[in-house]
């Protein structure tokens, strides 16, 4: 699934371990996402939504 959560990141400043903190995953769990290979939980997915105070839709796509 395509996202744009590292755009976001350097938006706000954040390291991947400030976002994982942010969140309750690890760094690890951010960076995978990231580089999408991996797909978050839909728990996650909302978790990161209201971190960036927006909706799952607007940070992620699926992948064509």
Known sequence: MRN????RR???GESQADLAAA???TRQ???AI???RYDPSLELAFALAAHFDCRIEDIFEPAE
Request: glycine share 6%; charged share 40%; hydrophobic share 40%.
């Open 34 to 36: 990231e580089r999408e």
């Open 29 to 31: 769990t951010i960076n």
């Open 10 to 12: 350097a938006e706000t």
């Open 23 to 25: 969140v309750g995953v």
């Open 4 to 7: 744009d959560i590292a755009d």
